[in-house]
């Protein structure tokens, strides 16, 4: 609560040292109205005097000259080393208020403080409460720091810089700023099993052993102690050696599995052949109207009876093969139409009964070919 201090004699409001400024300031606003209305009555009272003739001197009344030396003017109010104003609602203007009462901090923008953009300008009583907020993080020396992270505030205090730290990098721990991973701080910790003080001599033993052999052997674990273990899996954990285990699974290599062999052909390795190969014929069956599309799918070895009119289309699958087709015109054999090869090359198909052709099909990233070969 504020001090309340008055004149003697009309109780007009006056500071106190002990009082808030913004107090103070509505104290002496009140003072200053109150004065103001004893002034305007003495000088109605002295102009009545005049009216009545009464012949006083200004001296003639106590006090009359002090209070009209103290009196400031209308003309002064809201003005420099005047009085302040009040506004419709009876209150002091913000701007005819000290800037402490609301404080001064002005936000100036971003700052880049790896380029030092904009330039920072010396401090200065101009640019007292300017600030900026660190847009990027920088090095650049502004009163004497060079740790800038984004988020931080640099303000000017009238004399220098200072900055709001508004970042949390870790400083140090263990020897290690910023961004710490958990292997990093392990590695700067350095801890030992006899670090941890809770642990036994036989836990300690446990966790420093080379291996999981070492583990098992420190523990003496055996397919006994495995009470959830069915029969045939504490047979299998402790079968002697690996061919052991497989006999138990019925796994025996050359019986039940494959035996490895160096020279099996996989499908993603390169390998020299040098051996021949057999194909097996897929019949596609008789074509006598539609569609044939052949596809590599099941064999590459195919073959067809012409039965009718009909279309040969490329092959749809995607990739890049090879596939060789025998065709025979059969009886009533029809006019083969082909569409979609890339390019045909070779002999004209007929409609002969008993006559045969051999198709080579090849498709690629070029695109697909139809090769024709008559054989009669």
Do not use: C
């Not at 009196?71 to 005047?82: I, P």
């Amino acid at each position: 609560m504020p001090v309340e201090n008055t004149t003697p004699n009309r109780g007009y409001q006056l500071p106190f040292g002990s009082n808030e400024l913004a107090n103070d300031v509505l104290r002496l606003v009140a003072a200053f109205s109150a004065i103001d209305v004893d002034v305007a009555g003495i000088l109605v009272s002295v102009a009545n005097r005049a009216l009545l003739l009464h012949q006083h001197t200004i001296a003639d009344t106590t006090g009359l000259q002090a209070a009209l030396d103290s009196k400031q003017d209308a003309s002064e109010k809201g003005n420099a080393n005047g009085y302040a104003a009040l506004d419709g609602t009876g209150k002091v203007p913000a701007a005819q208020l000290p800037s402490t009462i609301f404080g001064s901090l002005s936000y100036q923008g971003t700052w880049n403080a790896n380029t030092n953009t904009p330039t920072i300008p010396a401090a200065s009583a101009a640019n007292k409460g300017q600030y900026y907020k660190v847009a990027t993080a920088g090095a650049t020396i502004v009163s004497g720091i060079t740790d800038w992270q984004v988020g931080d505030w640099i303000v000017s205090n009238g004399i220098g810089w200072d900055k709001i730290d508004n970042t949390d990098q870790v400083s140090t721990v263990a020897g290690l700023v910023g961004v710490i991973t958990a292997a990093a701080l392990k590695a700067a910790l350095a801890i030992a099993a006899t670090d941890i003080t809770d642990a036994s001599a036989n836990g300690r033993s446990l966790i420093q052993a080379a291996n999981y052999a070492a583990m098992k052997t420190l523990l003496a674990i055996t397919a006994a102690d495995i009470t959830n273990a069915s029969a045939n899996g504490r047979s299998l954990i402790t079968a002697a050696d690996y061919d052991a285990m497989r006999s138990l699974l019925g796994l025996v290599i050359g019986t039940n599995v494959q035996a490895f062999d160096a020279n099996t052909l996989k499908s993603d390795a390169d390998k020299t052949l040098t051996a021949g190969y057999l194909g097996t014929d897929v019949p596609d069956g008789t074509k006598s109207s539609g569609t044939y599309t052949p596809t590599p799918a099941g064999g590459n070895f195919r073959s067809a009876t012409n039965n009718g009119a009909h279309t040969l289309a490329a092959p749809t699958v995607a990739g890049s093969y090879s596939i060789i087709i025998d065709y025979t015109n059969g009886a009533t054999a029809g006019v083969l139409t082909v569409s979609g090869f890339t390019k045909v090359t070779g002999d004209a198909f007929t409609t002969t009964s008993g006559s045969k052709f051999r198709l080579f099909i090849s498709k690629g990233q070029a695109g697909t070919h139809l090769h024709v070969q008559a054989l009669q």
